[in-house]
Nanobody
């Protein structure tokens, strides 16, 4: 199985910054990509940013230029640096890992428990 442990959420004023961290562990054969998703009340879960095993990144248009996703392979951690936060960034943020547990296994999505980010004055 894959374990994803998120941290770094909290309350911040508009214009402030937060850094989310996702620790990835487990008996994993290969990882295709790790991403951050978010879900606000009454809305569908949406992709915020992702990074592939090759280092390619992808961002939602709403966060381009403000958020940066990166990885620390030595610590098996994926980080999401969030700057210039807006009230509309308020949501529960989930870490996602698309991985295979064995060479012949199927790519599968694993999810963390989520961390609340609230942007409010």
């Amino acid at each position: 199985q894959v374990q994803l442990v998120e941290s770094g959420g909290g309350l911040v004023q508009p214009g402030g910054s937060l850094r989310l961290s996702c620790g990835v562990s487990g008996r994993i054969f290969s990882i295709n990509a790790v991403g951050w998703y978010r879900q606000a009340p009454g809305k569908e879960r949406e992709l915020v940013a992702s990074i592939t095993s090759g280092g390619s990144t992808n961002y939602a248009n709403s966060v381009k230029g403000r958020f940066t996703i990166s990885r620390d392979n030595a610590k098996s951690t994926v980080l999401l640096q969030m700057n210039s936060l807006k009230p509309e960034d308020t949501a529960v943020y989930y870490c996602n890992c698309n991985a295979k547990l064995t060479a012949r296994g199927t790519q599968y999505d694993y999810w963390g428990q989520g961390t609340q980010v609230t942007v409010s004055s």
